[in-house]
């Protein structure tokens, strides 16, 4: 479901992630962010809190990415679940706790799998679904 190309823009930018709970709607940018080799997007969880709520009450999400430079872009739509123990929170709570020197940590990491991919670069191919 994610191409190279999809896969690349994921890696080398920030991603817009994008919940709903009762009829209100959430988006917050994510830094601590990765692509595994499956397919699934994992995101950190450092400040998360809003996004957690809807992701109990829901488990959609929607994650939106894109080059600054080029305008290509993508929208991902899946299932989010969080998980607080395993190598994966590991990893995150290594990364955060060094770039904040120990002030902050991730207490989890959301797993998502892409249900679907949209392209939102401007041109003819914007809209499609890969």
Known sequence: ?????VK??????????????????????VAF?????????????????TTLKNIQDN????ISVYDAQNL?????KGNAEYVTEGNIVDTFKAMVEKM???TATAKGALIVT??????????SENKKEL
């Open 8 to 29: 690349k823009i994921l890696k080398e930018n920030m991603w817009d992630l994008a919940t709903c709970r009762n009829n209100e709607p959430n988006v917050v940018p």
């Open 100 to 102: 904040f020197n120990g």
């Open 59 to 62: 488990g959609k999400i929607a």
């Open 114 to 123: 892409p249900e679907k991919v949209i392209v939102t670069t401007p041109g």
């Open 1 to 5: 479901m994610l191409n190279e190309n």
């Open 72 to 76: 290509e872009g993508y929208q991902i």
């Open 33 to 49: 962010k990765d692509v595994t080799d499956d397919g699934k997007l994992i995101v950190g969880d450092v400040f998360l809190e």
